[in-house]
Every structure is written in structure tokens, then in C-alpha cells.
């Protein structure tokens, strides 16, 4: 449940349905070990569980110096190919967790964002950055590659050719690099950080979640179709909000000069 107590996140729901989900092991740069991954997987089991309403998640990590420093690498050190694979499963599941979330999440990305750290970035939504921030795949020097989604995720914000070189060289990159390629959509002052991102999550929350979940289907099922296909789609999302309360209420509210109630059916 999101209310337990866990060792390496915390987790915070606000009453506007906004989770604050932080990442918590500030001293490893808020790298994710197996139970650091699982309790994050946990998180997004609850949410798909519907057992409690919310509308949007925040995620963010400890500290001033690290959004997420990727796997630990400290444990992984002298792994059997057996242990390394189950792990990694772990992995999957917490990336791929956030990647098909049926509610939004947008990452305040506080510091470093390395490995599968920028992996989980890009699971994300969209994410806001401070101006510190750096950013770097370095799996290509270590003998492996990204496995959690940054081959695949990563042109799709930056362009192939860009993402070719950043995760081909291991070069890392700034928050502005970021920001000029699409990796992150807004830098803001550590200050500022958090509030601006809570500010945006309560935004999205207000917002009708059949009509949110709708957008977030079309426009990642659509980048892999055909123009035409990719046009139906976004009709058969358009007509599935037609009949709903939400869709009636909208325009309800609109005429009626006040800000919409809306429940999600």
C-alpha cells in the first residue's frame, strides 16, 4: 500500500491526488539496489490496483547531488549471470512499471541523472531538471548496454542520430544540452524544483483522467503506426471520452462559468 513504511523511498500523497515519490539513498547517489527496485515496482502495483486515487506522480530523489545514479554497481560486484538476469528482471519491472502507469509522472530530476537513472527519466512523462544537472549513459564503457528502456526511449526525445552518439560514446551532457534536445522540457532553481513540479502534477490532476490516459495512449501507441493508422487511433481514443460523465461535465462547467468536478467515468 503506499502508505507503508519503506527503507529506500518515500512516498507522499498530497490531497489534490498528486504522489510525491522520492527516492531515498542519498549516500549512493540514490542508485537503486534489488530492494530500492522492488519497493519502487510496489508503488506502481498500488497505483495500477486502483486502490487509491491518484491522479499523477512525482518522482524525485534525496539530496542536491543525485536524481538517480543508475544500478548499484557495489552490489552487483561479483554477481553470477544467474543473480545478475534475476535482478535485472527487478529492474524491468520497476521501469516498465512507470512506462504503463495509467496515471502520468513527471520527474524532478534534483541532480544527476546517469544510467538507469536517465533510464528511469525517460520513463517518465516529461521531467524538469535543475540547472546542475548532468546526464550520461555509460553502460558502453562498462561492457554492457542500457536494458531498461534508454535504447528505445532515448531517440525518441532526442532523434537517433543524437541518441546514437550519447549512448555509442558514454559522453555525459548538461541540463541545457538536456533541455535543447528534449531530454528534459523545463530547468528550474533547486529552490524552485519541487514546487514547479507539484505545481504542474496538480495542474494534470485536475484534469479529466479518461481524457489524460486517453492522450498518453494515442501518443505513444501512435509514434510506432503509419500516419493513417496513427489518425484512427487517436479517432477510437476521441469517441471512447464522448460518452462519459467526465466529457459532460467538462462542457457543463465550461458554459456554467466554474472549474470541472471530474471522477474519471
Given at each position: 500500500?503506499?502508505?507503508?513504511?519503506?527503507?529506500?523511498?518515500?512516498?507522499?500523497?498530497?490531497?489534490?491526488?498528486?504522489?510525491?515519490?522520492?527516492?531515498?539513498?542519498?549516500?549512493?547517489?540514490?542508485?537503486?539496489?534489488?530492494?530500492?527496485?522492488?519497493?519502487?515496482?510496489?508503488?506502481?502495483?498500488?497505483?495500477?490496483?486502483?486502490?487509491?486515487?491518484?491522479?499523477?506522480?512525482?518522482?524525485?530523489?534525496?539530496?542536491?547531488?543525485?536524481?538517480?545514479?543508475?544500478?548499484?554497481?557495489?552490489?552487483?560486484?561479483?554477481?553470477?549471470?544467474?543473480?545478475?538476469?534475476?535482478?535485472?528482471?527487478i529492474f524491468e519491472a520497476m521501469s516498465y512499471g512507470i512506462m504503463n502507469s495509467p496515471?502520468?509522472?513527471?520527474?524532478?530530476?534534483?541532480?544527476?541523472?546517469?544510467?538507469?537513472?536517465?533510464?528511469?527519466?525517460?520513463?517518465?512523462?516529461?521531467?524538469?531538471?535543475?540547472?546542475?544537472?548532468?546526464?550520461?549513459?555509460?553502460?558502453?564503457?562498462?561492457?554492457?548496454?542500457?536494458?531498461?528502456?534508454?535504447?528505445?526511449?532515448?531517440?525518441?526525445?532526442?532523434?537517433?542520430?543524437?541518441?546514437?552518439?550519447?549512448?555509442?560514446?558514454?559522453?555525459?551532457?548538461?541540463?541545457?544540452?538536456?533541455?535543447?534536445?528534449?531530454?528534459?522540457?523545463?530547468?528550474?532553481?533547486?529552490?524552485?524544483?519541487?514546487?514547479?513540479?507539484?505545481?504542474?502534477?496538480?495542474?494534470?490532476?485536475?484534469?479529466?483522467?479518461?481524457?489524460?490516459?486517453?492522450?498518453?495512449?494515442?501518443?505513444?501507441?501512435?509514434?510506432?503506426?503509419?500516419?493513417?493508422?496513427?489518425?484512427?487511433?487517436?479517432?477510437?481514443?476521441?469517441?471512447?471520452?464522448?460518452?462519459?460523465?467526465?466529457?459532460?461535465?467538462?462542457?457543463?462547467?465550461?458554459?456554467?462559468?466554474?472549474e470541472p468536478v471530474f471522477k474519471g467515468n
Amino acid at each position: 500500500m503506499l502508505e507503508t513504511e519503506y527503507d529506500h523511498i518515500e512516498t507522499t500523497l498530497n490531497d489534490d491526488n498528486v504522489l510525491l515519490v522520492r527516492m531515498s539513498r542519498p549516500e549512493q547517489a540514490n542508485s537503486f539496489n534489488t530492494r530500492m527496485a522492488e519497493e519502487v515496482r510496489s508503488v506502481w502495483i498500488d497505483i495500477e490496483s486502483g486502490k487509491t486515487d491518484v491522479r499523477c506522480v512525482v518522482l524525485t530523489g534525496s539530496g542536491n547531488r543525485a536524481f538517480c545514479a543508475g544500478a548499484d554497481l557495489k552490489e552487483r560486484n561479483g554477481m553470477s549471470e544467474t543473480e545478475w538476469e534475476h535482478q535485472h528482471r527487478i529492474f524491468e519491472a520497476m521501469s516498465y512499471g512507470i512506462m504503463n502507469s495509467p496515471v502520468p509522472t513527471i520527474a524532478a530530476v534534483n541532480g544527476a541523472a546517469v544510467g538507469g537513472g536517465l533510464e528511469l527519466l525517460l520513463a517518465c512523462d516529461f521531467a524538469c531538471a535543475v540547472p546542475g544537472a548532468r546526464f550520461a549513459f555509460p553502460e558502453s564503457r562498462l561492457g554492457f548496454m542500457p536494458g531498461v528502456g534508454g535504447t528505445q526511449l532515448l531517440p525518441r526525445r532526442a532523434g537517433l542520430a543524437r541518441a546514437r552518439e550519447i549512448l555509442i560514446t558514454g559522453e555525459g551532457f548538461s541540463s541545457d544540452q538536456a533541455l535543447n534536445w528534449g531530454v528534459v522540457n523545463h530547468l528550474f532553481s533547486p529552490e524552485e524544483l519541487l514546487p514547479k513540479v507539484l505545481e504542474m502534477a496538480h495542474g494534470v490532476a485536475t484534469n479529466a483522467p479518461l481524457a489524460v490516459a486517453a492522450i498518453r495512449e494515442a501518443t505513444m501507441q501512435g509514434l510506432d503506426l503509419s500516419l493513417h493508422d496513427a489518425l484512427e487511433l487517436e479517432l477510437r481514443h476521441y469517441y471512447s471520452l464522448v460518452d462519459t460523465d467526465d466529457r459532460r461535465e467538462g462542457i457543463r462547467a465550461f458554459n456554467e462559468k466554474r472549474e470541472p468536478v471530474f471522477k474519471g467515468n
